[in-house]
């Protein structure tokens, strides 16, 4: 009598974890940052491939064997707001993948392991992997050499792993949890407000520990000395407030986080579309609109009708908000020059304004970024652009996604804030 309950037993977990896996399959098709994400990309395919498994006629009794919990801890991992940036899967033999772990270059190793099943093994198990990945993290080539490893146990941790990791890397126990809570200007009673992010079940059980691959950590760098002093303080003339006024205070000079803009993004800010323009170039005749662009006319319509829909101010606001920007001498000349030559008196005045407000830094790109190939499509113009912010660890704000895309592809976690696309109109 006991064969038929265990068969019972076996349809009914393997049931489970079909329904888990399509669960997890219709998250990942629905995910908004598919098509920019690689690693989603590849993990849809991996489950995909789980699900049509545990479908087929080959799927497993009892015992179950499935890489389902891998696959789901990866998801939350790669879902975290603390992991931007995230490789392909698997770029490397130990390796889950690369990302910038809290604005740090890392290579992240998951477990999915039963804590009860993991032991510390001298010369073997995990802790043989790990060892192995630290030293091809040291050996690796500057574009790619990460400042730490991320190793994640998603079902907890026994204390002689705990014990081993200490002992044997030097690794630290970090709260993957921390980023749920922030300092906030408008604190409660112990001065903490919660995000909107909220972990699932989960994560609570993740437990993570971090491994520094060069010896003396990271190095604390100074706050960034402006090169060239374009004075501050001018108030926005009556007329140039509105969402142009609104972006402008919401930047901090003094603030110790940054953020770095490229031309694109300093461009989006000033042009006529985004601040008004977009009535009077409607309201031209047609004939007179396409002789003014050419062959940018859809483009610069696409983009009015895209602002109408959502203006971008507000969205590059929010990125901005309680931040000190900062811009290389590279994009200081460019910006300048593309404003005299296609800028309207308008687009002029608010650029001179803006410029007022941003921290003007030397070109200083980082080893990682100069160690890419220079190609087409990685041009030294923008190796130093997205460089230099890479330097001072800060997100680069961008419309250039060819270059963030070419970037990826090579495998080195890059921070940047994609914005949608703003042209001068000479209005």
Same mark, same amino acid.
């Given at each position: ?26 998250? !990942? +098709? #629905?995910?908004?940052? *598919?098509?920019?994400? &690689? @690693?989603?990309? =590849?993990?849809? %395919? $991996? ?23 891998? !696959? +789901? #801890?990866?998801?939350? *991992?790669?879902?975290? &707001? @603390?992991?931007? =940036?995230?490789? %392909? $899967? ?25 804590? #009860? ?41 026994? #204390? ?268």
């Amino acid at each position: 009598m006991a064969a038929p309950q265990a068969c019972a037993s076996s349809d009914s977990e393997l049931e489970f974890a079909r329904a888990r896996c399509r669960a997890l399959h219709d998250r !990942l +098709a #629905a995910s908004p940052d *598919l098509p920019r994400q &690689p @690693a989603l990309r =590849s993990l849809l %395919r $991996l489950v995909a491939a789980e699900l049509r498994f545990l479908t087929s006629a080959l799927a497993p009794r009892l015992p179950l064997s499935s890489n389902l919990p891998h !696959l +789901a #801890a990866l998801h939350l *991992l790669l879902t975290h &707001p @603390a992991v931007q =940036s995230p490789s %392909r $899967l698997a770029p490397l033999p130990g390796v889950d993948f690369y990302c910038a772990f809290r604005g740090r270059p890392a290579w992240a190793l998951v477990s999915a392991s039963n804590p #009860a099943r993991l032991a510390w093994v001298p010369g073997g198990g995990l802790r043989a992997r790990v060892a192995a990945v630290l030293a091809a993290a040291r050996g690796a080539p500057p574009a790619t050499r990460p400042e730490k490893l991320l190793l994640v146990f998603s079902r907890g941790v026994g #204390a002689d792993i705990a014990r081993g990791l200490a002992e044997g890397f030097g690794a630290v126990e970090t709260d993957l949890l921390l980023e749920f809570i922030r300092e906030s200007d408008e604190e409660d009673e112990e001065g903490w407000v919660g995000v909107g992010f909220q972990p699932s079940e989960e994560m609570r059980r993740f437990r993570a520990f971090e491994i520094e691959v060069v010896e003396g950590g990271v190095e604390v760098l100074p706050p960034p000395v402006a090169v060239v002093t374009e004075g501050s303080g001018e108030e926005v003339p009556l007329g140039l407030e509105g969402g142009f006024g609104a972006f402008v205070g919401k930047i901090r000079t003094e603030s110790r986080e940054l953020v770095n803009l490229d031309t694109t993004a300093l461009v989006a800010v000033v042009s006529g579309i985004s601040n008004g323009g977009v009535g009077k170039l409607m309201a031209a005749p047609e004939a007179e609109t396409r002789a003014r662009f050419k062959c940018n006319y859809k483009f610069v319509m696409d983009q009015a009708q895209s602002e109408l829909q959502s203006p971008i101010l507000l969205e590059l606001g929010k990125a901005v908000h309680g931040k000190q920007c900062i811009i290389c001498e590279t994009v200081n000349l460019e910006f300048k020059e593309i404003v005299s030559m296609c800028g309207g008196p308008e687009e002029k005045t608010r650029a001179r304004l803006l410029l007022k407000q941003l921290t003007i830094v030397p070109d200083s790109p980082s080893a990682r970024m100069m160690d890419l190939p220079t190609t087409r499509k990685l041009a030294m113009k923008n190796k130093i652009v997205f460089g230099t912010g890479d330097h001072w660890r800060t997100p680069t704000i961008t419309a250039n996604m060819g270059f963030v895309r070419a970037v990826s592809q090579t495998g080195m976690p890059l921070l940047t804030i994609e914005h949608r696309p703003r042209a001068l109109i000479g209005l």
